[in-house]
């Protein structure tokens, strides 16, 4: 995320202004648009995952060892500071007794 739009966030927060009329107004900036587009699949699959491991009662070093990683590396993607791979998602989705799908739509 750009500087200026991290700006924009932050004065329209500073209004009083909650997140779904922040996002309703950047969606309209072509810019913030492509990089919202670019972050949703990494933002499905940390969603997915914090749901997954809240509903199976995992702690995030619980998850790590089932799937064979560390409790670093689950917090990294729930923060959404690393892209898994998909090998990582398939251990991810193996660890919960689910299978990973994945489509294009």
């Known amino acids: 995320m750009t500087n200026d739009i991290r700006s924009n966030i932050i004065h329209f927060m500073l209004k009083g202004t909650n997140f779904d009329d922040i996002l309703k107004e950047e969606l309209k900036n ?25 509903k199976a009662k995992m702690s995030q070093r619980q998850l790590a060892k089932k799937a064979k990683t560390t409790q670093a590396i689950i917090s990294r993607i729930e923060n959404m500071t690393i892209n898994p791979s998909i090998g990582l998602l398939q251990k991810l989705a193996t660890a919960f007794g689910k299978r990973l799908e994945i489509n294009f739509s």
């Open 30 to 54: 072509p810019k913030f648009n492509k990089e919202w587009d670019k972050l949703e699949p990494a933002y499905q699959a940390q969603r997915i995952l914090i749901q997954s491991r809240i």
